[in-house]
């Protein structure tokens, strides 16, 4: 399961690119190991899906991801697409070269890996200090480079960023 849990860890680091502006995180956070605690999992090799489940707590240098329910699809050992439900999904880490850590939540986060794309879905924020980004859904297409939100990411509410003046 090694590949699935790396790519678990893509997830999160793409968490960290809807943040404006870019930042990125601490090197070292690759090359630390990786744990994964629940209440359970199960995995069907046969159907190609591993589902973690209950107080699910992923960590991995500063990465902190928190979840209630974790499902990756890896059909043919391959991951495809990564779920994560809580109330809410939380994922923090620290960045380089900045004081303050990096934060996200929604109600569901959604990982095509082929698509290259996240959704942050029904309550969906990202925040670094002061400075937030919130909306009912946020996507980001990592093939381009491009960051989605509200109405344009097919979601329902309004968009609303805070950049305090010096916050960073």
Request: overall charge neutral; proline content about 5%.
């Amino acid at each position: 399961m090694r590949s699935t849990e790396q790519v678990l860890w893509g997830l999160c680091g793409l968490l960290l690119l809807v943040s404006p502006p870019p930042s990125w995180a601490l090197e070292s956070d690759k090359d630390q190991p990786l744990e994964i605690s629940a209440d359970s999992v199960e995995i069907d090799e046969n159907q190609g899906v591993s589902v973690y489940r209950g107080n699910v707590d992923a960590r991995q240098g500063s990465m902190r991801l928190l979840a209630d329910v974790v499902t990756i699809r890896h059909p043919e050992h391959k991951a495809q697409r990564i779920e994560a439900r809580g109330n809410p999904v939380r994922f923090n880490q620290t960045l380089d070269k900045q004081p303050k850590e990096i934060q996200a939540k929604a109600l569901r986060v959604e990982y095509d890996i082929a698509g290259d794309e996240i959704q942050l879905i029904d309550q969906a924020e990202v925040r670094q200090g002061e400075d937030t980004f919130r909306s009912d859904r946020i996507t980001y297409d990592r093939q381009r480079a491009l960051v989605r939100a509200g109405a344009s990411a097919k979601g329902k509410e309004r968009v609303h960023v805070t950049v305090k003046p010096g916050g960073r």
